[in-house]
């Protein structure tokens, strides 16, 4: 008796962004009100970062909460429905329960009860590694549709005294939508993590540590720090590096890019990365950080629903997207504008 033949998913068609949305922290944060606990000022921190204000979310809004937000935004800019998902991909590391996952959560409260759910801890590369997955579920025939989100409460993974990151961060949601595309509509991923790096960026100690019990453990809250010049150093150079790498992979030259969306890591950083990309002095360029401030796995798509709502971005709009951040992971791609 011959074997059955399987049936497979639709064959390999092209992909591409429908729709994206945002959630920001209710409460707006400007520098002077965290300068005390670091010395600092507010001149210090406009220098090092270019941020003016960031966004905190209130004490009862959840990353669920932000989540959900920004998801239906997200929804209703791209003109599809909740049960039309086929998988949630979602991207954070302020979510502080191991399991269930935030997306399974996610995808009931928005309605997309049937979905695929899962998260990824890539930190501020969280959204790129999540979009760099569902678009090839969506191009594999999977999926007709796939909902990615990036969530962060930084505000609850700061020690206010750290000096090395604590004034960057913010809160955050954003999402975006993709789906089935007649022509291309993202290039290929330029994706990846350096390992050997991961103090770099890090907590101060992990979650076990915190629960022990005895004279020698260590009771305080786990927070994040970073080491300043290393990161900017490697952000500006080796992510350049990786930004150019996806630019060739989608068969293009810089001076073809007309939004560039980095990951909202500092404004420093964003100049230095459009200087040595050598982008045209037209390019329409991400600073969403100034007033958010640094919201990792949120940062790029609230950063292009800003663009586009503001209408910086038009929608065929060539853009570059670059994450990156502890790991120390990155991914790089080119998309169209929806």
């Known amino acids: 008796m011959s074997k059955p033949t399987l049936t497979a998913p639709a064959p390999a068609r092209y992909s591409r962004l429908l729709g994206v949305g945002g959630s ?10 965290i300068v005390g606990p670091i010395d600092s000022s507010d001149e210090w921190i406009q220098q090092r970062t270019g941020i003016q204000t960031r966004r905190y979310a209130n004490e009862d809004t959840t990353v669920a909460d932000m989540s959900v937000a920004a998801a239906k935004d997200a929804l209703k800019n791209a003109g ?53 997955q569902a678009e090839g579920l969506v191009r594999a025939g999977v999926v007709d549709h796939a909902l990615v989100i990036g969530v962060e ?19 955050g949601a954003g999402a975006a939508v993709i789906g089935p595309s007649d022509t291309p509509g993202f290039g290929p991923a330029v994706w990846g993590a350096d390992g050997s790096k991961a103090q770099v960026i890090s907590q101060t100690h992990s979650w076990s540590d915190f629960r022990r019990s005895g004279p020698d453990a260590d009771h305080s809250w786990p927070t994040l720090r970073q080491e300043g010049p290393t990161v900017f150093k490697w952000a500006t150079f080796e992510m350049t590096k990786v930004a150019k790498k996806a630019i060739e992979a989608a068969g293009l030259t810089p001076e073809q890019i007309d939004v560039f969306v980095p990951h909202q890591a500092n404004v420093r950083i964003i100049d230095h990365m459009v200087k040595y990309l050598a982008l045209r002095d037209d390019v329409v360029v991400g600073k969403d950080i100034v007033d958010t401030g640094n919201t990792s796995a949120a940062s790029i798509p609230l950063a292009l629903e800003r663009l586009i709502r503001e209408g910086q971005a038009k929608s065929g709009d060539i853009a570059l997207q670059i994450g990156f951040g502890a790991g120390l992971a990155y991914a790089a791609q080119v998309v169209i504008v929806p």
Not at 164 to 170: E, Q
């Open 24 to 33: 920001r922290g209710e409460r707006i944060v400007p520098n002077d009100d």
């Open 80 to 132: 599809i429905t909740a049960d039309q998902v086929g998988a949630v991909v979602l991207g954070t590391v302020t979510w502080w329960v191991q399991t269930p996952s935030l997306a399974a959560i996610v995808a009931d409260r928005i309605g997309a009860t049937a979905a695929a759910a899962y998260d990824i801890s890539a930190a501020c590369a969280g959204y790129a590694y999540g979009v760099a």
């Open 153 to 171: 409460k930084m505000s609850e993974f700061i020690d206010p005294t750290d000096r090395s990151i604590s004034f960057i961060l913010g809160d």
